[in-house]
């Protein structure tokens, strides 16, 4: 890649085990604050209209919680942002359910389990919540779902100049497909990341293609996210971020490829 | 400037070539099957037979997708929604011109985005049925990665065409492949990679069948897109794709570009189109503004048109709300079924053709426009050569997608 594609950070948000929000979990990845292992709360889509609030899972609830929380950092308004949305799969539960249906001897699966199955239901309900008719895509790369959303929104960025919210996020799957995808629960990493410096900025970040290895966390506990959850293979770079240091580090992608991202505080 | 624009729209893109594409469906394999049907105004829509599904309705299967054979080195793969991608790829040598592309820009310099909205689904279907009697686990040939997730298609594309540059699969249910284009521009117009191969994907499968029955949307006819009598739509497969990249400095006349993409959300409901069709006018609108054409400027559009009483009947409305009622439009889902997250890439397939062509295809099986949309729709064949044309693609969660085409030689448009 002859230029790195670039943009500036304005907000965040992070959900997970023993990081169950971005100011908390700052403090853990500066070092500032122990590690804590500690199930993820998910607060329930109170943004929703009742109807579609009582509809929705895991899948959901974390995508909105996360996006609200870098919306609100960079004291954006939601609804007037474009949005990434990446995941390494659709709703795990919903899955579950409709494959089980159709294996049994009545197959009627239900209207809204149909329409939550859907890889796009956290960027549907997410406009339907904050009201936002901004284009949004919903992308999937299996255990590189971090890194092409990463470099999706970058682009995004680059090329329309306006602010575009990334959010990357992972569920659990019940039994049987725990056993095949062994995602044990919900972690999401939002990003909202802006062609210029904003008054909340956290720093610029640089990303190209390297051959180089990606980094692990130093703290075992914190590699167990890293290595366990899709969503959590941005952590390095939220290390980063949370000690405001200017450093290089490299994030997994593809086997021929992983992301270097150089921060600029 | 509209009100109904978004704070971000789209700015003007640099148009990119469509220099190679493809497409396998119901009608046939390949660009020469699918012109030959649609010249014929033929429909490839039939009774369904597919596996054990038992419905009363049709779809648009692709022949011989069960006897096609991945090679031995991609067997993880194997699944019907890969099949039809190895189908696809091996028609109108578009292998060959990737790996020109290839010799040409670098393998890491080329993406990858393949919409698909199931990918393959269908084998985690299979092996639930297989589930052990004591355990409850899947069975052990059961590949979840290579087969099940939503990314295998973009992965075994990437594979197979030798490939090493960024990949996605883009999964926004039914714009999913027309989105595809957009993230492959970007990331050229970015400088990231100097080509994209881009397209779409899906196959049939229990979920979407049994699933479009029990929201009561699927005909027991072939659809019927536009007519007074629509009622409901019929599900297709397909393979489409496309090598994009930026045009040569004196593009030749007869040259496809993708002039134009407009992207937005209804911010109303997860399955049915917001009422007055607020985000399929934006995404128009917004294509337009990025291709820096006035309306009057698109000479054909293939609507969304999936053939259920309120989604084309939101599009009508949108349409002629922004274009009148002069602009020819169809909507070819009644020859090729609703390929789902295919739709966009075959129907840019067939906007393509139609330039290259010099024809406008007809919306097979609309006997009797429905006079809630007095559009200025093609019964038949229309013999016209279009020099711009524009493709709709709706889908759940309310995300809509407009691409705009057009002949490297047309004339000026400018809004």
Known sequence: MPRPAAAYVEGIGLLGPGLPTWTAGKAVLAGDA??????????????????????????VKIALAIGY??????????????????????????????CQMLASNDRQISPTRFHNSVHNAPSGYWSI??????????????????????????????????????????????????????IPGAFGVALLLAPGRGEASLGRIDVELTDDVADAMSDPKLETLRTGYPAARGLPLLVALAGGLARRQVLDYFDHHRLAVTTTP | MSLSMPACAAPKVKPLHLSHF????????????????????????????FETVNLPTCVGEVAGVDDER??????????????????????????????????????????????????????????YRRRDSVTGALPQDFRYATTQNTFSVADFVQRTLRLRGPAAAVSSA??????????????????????AVVGGVDSLCLTTLYGFSSLQLASTRPCRPFDRERDGLSIGEAAAFFLIERPPQAPSPEAILLLGIGESNDAYHMSSPHPEGVGARMAMEQALAGAGLAPAAIDYINLHGTGTRSNDLVEGRAVLALFGNATYCSSTKGSVGHTLGAAGGVEAAIGALALREGFMPAGVNMHDLDPAMP???????????????????????????????GRAGAPSGAT
């Open chain 2, 174 to 195: 039914c714009a999913s492949s027309a989105k595809a284009f957009g993230s492959g521009a970007r990331m050229i117009e970015a400088g990231l990679i100097d080509a």
């Open chain 1, 69 to 98: 929380q870098a919306a609100a950092a960079a004291g954006q308004d939601p609804a007037r942002l474009a949005t990434v949305f990446t995941a390494s799969g659709a709703d795990g539960v919903v899955c579950h359910e409709i």
């Open chain 2, 70 to 127: 991945l090679p031995a080195a991609f067997n993880a793969f194997d699944c019907r929604n890969n099949r039809l991608a190895h189908l696809g790829l091996a028609q109108d040598h578009f292998r060959d011109a990737v790996a020109a592309a290839s010799a040409r820009y670098g393998a890491d310099r080329i993406g990858v985005f393949v919409g698909t909205s199931t990918s393959g689904i269908l084998q985690a279907e299979l092996a």
């Open chain 2, 375 to 405: 559009l200025a729709y093609l019964q038949r064949n229309e013999t016209l050569a279009p020099q711009r044309v524009l493709s709709n693609s709706f889908g759940f969660g309310g995300t809509n997608c407009s691409l705009v085409l």
């Open chain 2, 22 to 49: 493809t497409a396998t469906t119901c009608l046939g394999r390949g660009l020469a099957a699918n012109l030959a049907a649609l010249h014929g105004e033929r429909s490839g829509l039939a009774p369904c037979r």
């Open chain 1, 129 to 182: 919540a904050t009201g936002a008719r901004t284009p949004s895509t919903s992308l999937c790369a299996f255990d590189a779902s971090f890194s092409a959303g990463l470099l999706e929104a970058l682009c995004q960025v680059e090329v329309a100049r306006e602010p575009v919210l990334l959010i990357a996020y992972d569920s659990g799957y019940p039994e049987p497909l725990q056993r095949v995808r062994p």
């Open chain 1, 34 to 59: 122990p590690y804590v292992e500690r199930p993820a709360q998910l607060p329930p889509a109170d943004t929703l209209p009742t109807a579609e609030r009582r509809r929705v899972g895991d899948v």
